[in-house]
């Protein structure tokens, strides 16, 4: 019988469809992929200090109504006012009685952080999970939105399936996961950052009303995320017009020039709007943020650095936690545009090089975090990059996507291999113990007391000697998360029994652990702590 269906014009026609279809739904699951990664590690990871300092700060705003300089003002309202929403809303507040040992700190951020930790513990260790997960829930739209923008703007640039893979090399860094499922605001900060820098270049491309508007509204949100971005917007400014002109010949106008107050009306009017129309804790925090960096603030690099800032400390830790594949790529494309091959990524590299040279000038050297912008920026040619080396710009999508797949496979692999901890990642290069380059928030910020617990009633373990001498003072886990332990201070010589040490410990006093040598770790918990048995 002869069929009236023509399969000749339907088949070309899905096929047709699913081309244009693909590269969205390949970019919705490395989204969704990500976003269940980052979610897992909430129920397996306790809090950070800085996390419970970041809540304590949230609920005064809701609380009192107003953002006080006595909760670290160096760190806007806007992340820590919606992740101490939920437990705003569920009743929660802050104790106004401080702990009565709160006087033998000389910082006033560790008393910040025993309120913070007072909401998060007052209800038993099964609310103190549930609580942990609003608070960092709260911020996981932020992470999201850092990766839709690193996908369009990817996709304005070069195309659909360069931005795919853009958005596969960001969604896969560990340095980025780590943070995007904490409750901080370094990922409230690379979205809101993210946005602006894209918006300004669509402003400057086409300056009307409606794109001045966005782009101030945009700056105003990243100002009241994070304090850097009062000079990584500047920079990133500067650089878009500059290779604007030097590309294009294409100087500011007068159009711009008349469209730029708009912007400037709407970034006022929402700084001012979050913080409740109190500029006072907007201009200490400033103040204060200057005065750490004219003082000095740094903490290790290959050793103690006392305060002393180097300028090499960011491009070095950028090194050693990045991921060798996305390292490798961003060399290349930052190769090709150098030469001409790629044009249409010479905006975000000269972005993403005057945000690392204004860094290395700073005088704040702790953490990758504060340079964690870099990432989705360089992702952007990167992804590109990839898609071109490989010589399939042309070629049929699928084995695009299969490249890109077997491209992103090392940093796939790391990604499990450090599930549900991001935090200690470092790449090969930095060898069996990276305690030894950079330590705290960049190897261990005692993140890790869950997975401890975990290990010890596994192997059944009651008493154990406890190792954990950081840079201030040697302290014991919290009785909170395993109340059934028994721990003793660490003797600091061979001792019968088990004995969990810090790697970062052994980093920064490798004369008090040389009792260790002889000993072989039983197991290694997080890639942060070894777990000694002697009979």
Known sequence: ????????????????????????????????????????????????????????????WWQEGHYDYNYDPKHPPLARALMAAPLYFMGLRNNDQRLENINVYTDDSIGNMRVGEELLQSGGLHDYMIRLGLIRS???????????????????????????????????LPPILSHAGLAMTDMTYIATCMLALYLCMRWLSDP??????MFGGAVALAVVSKFSSLVHIPCGIAALVAVNYYIEGRLITMKHLKTLPYALSVAMMLILLVYRCDIYPLL?????????????????????????????????LFFF???????????????????????????????????????????INIAIRHILILYPLLAIPAGN?????????????????GICVLALGWQCID??????????????????????????????????????????NRRRINEAYVCFEGLHANHMPPAFFMPNKNFSPCPYEVMPGWTVVKKQSKAIFPEKFTWLDKLTPVETIDHTLELYFVP
Not at 154 to 171: D, I, T
Not at 288 to 307: E, I, R, S, T
Not at 322 to 347: E, H, M, N, W
């Open 1 to 60: 019988m002869r069929s009236f269906i023509r399969y000749d014009l339907i088949f070309p026609k899905i096929a047709r469809l699913a081309c244009i279809r693909t590269p969205y739904f390949m970019a919705f699951l490395i989204m969704a992929i990500s976003l269940v990664v980052v979610a897992m590690t909430t129920e397996k990871l306790t809090h950070t200090s800085d996390e419970a300092e970041h809540v304590a700060a949230g609920m005064q």
């Open 138 to 172: 709260m911020l996981l739209p932020f992470y999201m939105l850092s990766m839709w923008i690193v996908f369009i703007w990817a996709k304005e640039l070069y195309g659909e399936w360069p931005a795919v893979a853009s958005l596969g090399l960001y969604a896969t």
């Open 208 to 213: 009307t009303i409606s794109r001045s508007i």
């Open 284 to 316: 200490s925090g400033i103040s204060a943020l200057v005065d750490m960096n004219n003082k000095g603030a740094a903490q290790w690099l290959f050793g103690p650095l006392h305060g002393q800032s180097v300028w090499y400390f960011f491009p070095v």
């Open 321 to 363: 936690k990045t991921p060798v594949p996305f390292l490798a790529v961003s060399a290349i494309a930052a190769y090709c545009i150098l030469c001409g091959i790629d044009r249409k990524g010479s905006q975000v590299m000269a972005i993403s090089l005057s945000i690392m040279l204004v860094s290395m000038m700073s005088h």
């Open 385 to 401: 990059t990839l898609v071109w080396m490989m010589g399939t710009k042309n070629i049929r999508r699928p084995y695009v996507v």
């Open 415 to 456: 990604m499990v291999r450090y599930f549900p901890d991001y935090i200690p990642y470092f790449n090969v290069f930095a060898g069996d113990n990276p305690a030894k380059i950079a330590i705290v928030s960049n190897f261990d910020n005692d993140e890790n007391l869950l997975l401890l617990k975990k290990v010890l």
